[in-house]
């Protein structure tokens, strides 16, 4: 399993047009096949900042949606209200701790 962090940081007259557009496209992510899991995070200390946290069953399900019009109609939209570069991090649990 693949767990994908992004951290997102808006112009905070975007926040809510972002906000939006989660909204409305959460769906089609968590249905893309592959997609075990999506949350959208707020900062505690930045409310300019948001992290999405995805998981994946494998990298090439994270590649596909990556390549997916999907993907490609919610970035090109989100990519036009950020104030940053964002940030990602790719990660494979080595062990599970209960």
Sequence with gaps: MIQRIV???FRP???TEFSQL?????ELIRAMPGCLYLELLEDLDNKSVRYTISH?????HLENY????VFK????KTKTLFAAKP???SLVSEMVIS
């Design 13 to 15: 007259e975007y926040i």
């Design 56 to 60: 994946w069953e494998s990298p090439e």
């Design 22 to 26: 989660f909204s409305e496209s959460k």
């Design 7 to 9: 951290r997102l940081e």
């Design 87 to 89: 940030i990602v991090y």
């Design 73 to 76: 109609n919610i970035w090109t």
């Design 66 to 69: 990556r390549n997916s019009e």
